[in-house]
């Protein structure tokens, strides 16, 4: 899959717009997550080493879509 094909998935014209409407939520060994507002308004989190529209999660919030990042990294980083 391509970043555009990618982007386009969740009805954004191409990876960089996109990119315009996502922030990174955290970052190690050069893959980046990100938490991305999408058209139609709900939030997506996604990193960049997976681009793939099935490795996705998708949340009504930002928040919720930050907490899952933050819950994910404890889980796969125990003890910080």
Known sequence: MTKDHFAHAFGFQNYDKMLRHSMIVYEEDNVC????????GNFLTWNSAEI????????FT????QDYVFKLKNALQPGL
């Open 62 to 65: 930002k928040e919720e879509a």
């Open 33 to 40: 997550w990100y938490v991305t507002k999408i058209p139609h």
């Open 52 to 59: 793939a529209d099935d490795r996705v999660e998708l949340f």
